[in-house]
Structure formats: C-alpha cells, structure tokens
C-alpha cells in the first residue's frame, strides 16, 4: 500500500502564509490522484477544505488554495488566523484504494 | 448533513451495522466513504461506495469483515462490521465525496471483551 507524507507539525505567524505539502511514495502526485485537503479540530469531526486537487466548497474560506507543487499536492494558507490552528489530511486516489496522509499539526503563534 | 447511529461497545469476534443517513443534498450522485480514526490517530480510509452501489472497495485491514452498501431511496448508507477485533476500536465517520464533501459526526465503536 502507498504511503502519503505530510510534515508533521508547522508553525505560521497570524497572518503569514504557510504551505503543507503532501507526497506519495509511488512518485509524483498528480491530477490522478484527486488530491483532497481536510481540517480537524481537537473533538470534531473533519470538514472538507479542498477537492480535485483546488476547488473549495462553500464553506472554504478564500485564504486557502491548493495545488501541485513540486511532484506533491499543496495547500497553502495566505493570512493565517487563529481559528486555522488545527490538524490537516490529505487524502490521494490509487485506483480502488484511498490513503489518508498522517496529518500536519499546523500553530498559528 | 450526514447523521451517523449504530456505534456501541462489542465483544471482540462480534458484529455491528452503521448507518448514515444523509438530507439537504443530493444523495444518489456521489462517491460515498468510512473513515475511521483511532484514540488520538491519524484518519483512516476503510470504504468507498459508488454513487449507486456498484463498485465497493475496502482497505486490506477490513477486507472480508467488513461490508458498505447503500440505499439510495433511504438516502442511507451502512457499514456491516463483522470479527470484530479490539483494532477496529475508533470513530467511524461517513464522507460524500467531491463537491458535496460532507462529514457525518461520527459514532464510537468499541471492541472489547
């Protein structure tokens, strides 16, 4: 089974922006893995931030945008607040398989 | 919104069935998953079920014991859960996928003797 890496924690400046990224141990990612970006907060269930790589749902604020980066999926976070503090997933399609990423613990200090 | 039942406290080797019941969006359109999350871990993809019931596919950890299955005129989908073993213990969230991406609050199931 693939595995799919985060940072495991980053720290942002409110008001800064920060970029986590999300690699695959297969090679690149890439628009075939429909990378998706989730945000969890300490005792709540995870909302959906991201899918197919960038679009936003609804309720995303403007300040975070995805992409690919590098061979890696992106997301980046321009005008942190301290509402943003939390754990973030990605998550990556291999065929009939989905991997969750281990998450980053991103600090907005 | 997608609301979750059918959590519980289980006998390892027992069985148990979640349910997912979805409103206010259109159900039968989407890509449907579990994903679970142990004490204090990472989330972990379990299922995923096409828009209608077609295609089901597990992650190696449950394949076999587990079974995803929808009905769409109930706008429900479930998670048969079968030998049962204390490692499945988590919460268990339903997801829609894509331009829904709506999460379900979650249902505890603990596996113990």
């Known amino acids: 089974q693939a595995v799919v890496t985060q940072e495991s924690s980053l720290t942002v400046s409110p008001g800064g922006t920060v970029t986590l990224t999300c690699g695959s141990s297969?090679?690149?990612?890439?628009?075939?893995?429909?990378p998706y970006w989730f945000q969890q907060k300490p005792g709540q269930a995870p909302r959906t931030l991201i899918y197919?790589?960038?679009n936003r749902l609804s309720w995303t604020p403007a300040r975070f945008s995805g992409s690919l980066l590098g061979g890696r999926a992106a997301l980046t976070l321009s005008g942190a607040q301290p509402d943003d503090e939390a754990d973030y997933y990605c998550?990556?399609?291999?065929?009939?398989?989905?991997?969750f990423g281990g998450g980053t613990k991103l600090t907005v200090l | 919104q997608l609301v979750q039942s059918g959590g519980g406290l289980v006998q390892p080797g027992g069985s148990l069935r979640l349910s997912c019941v979805a409103s206010?969006?259109?159900?039968?359109?989407?890509?449907l998953y579990w994903v679970r999350q142990g004490p204090g871990k990472g989330l972990v993809w379990v299922s995923r079920?096409?828009?209608?019931?077609?295609?089901?596919n597990y992650a190696d950890s449950v394949k076999g014991r587990f079974a995803v299955s929808r009905d769409n005129a109930k706008n429900t989908m479930y998670l048969q859960m079968n030998s049962l073993r204390v490692e499945d213990t988590a919460v268990y969230y339903c997801?829609?996928?894509?331009?829904?991406?709506?999460w379900g609050q979650g249902t505890l199931v603990t596996v113990s003797s």
């Open positions: 079920i096409t828009n209608n019931g077609g295609v089901t």
């Open positions: 997801l829609s996928s894509g331009s829904s991406g709506i």
């Open positions: 998550f990556l399609f291999y065929g009939a398989a989905r991997v």
């Open positions: 206010g969006f259109t159900f039968s359109t989407d890509s």
């Open positions: 297969t090679g690149d990612v890439t628009s075939g893995h429909y």
């Open positions: 197919d790589i960038s």
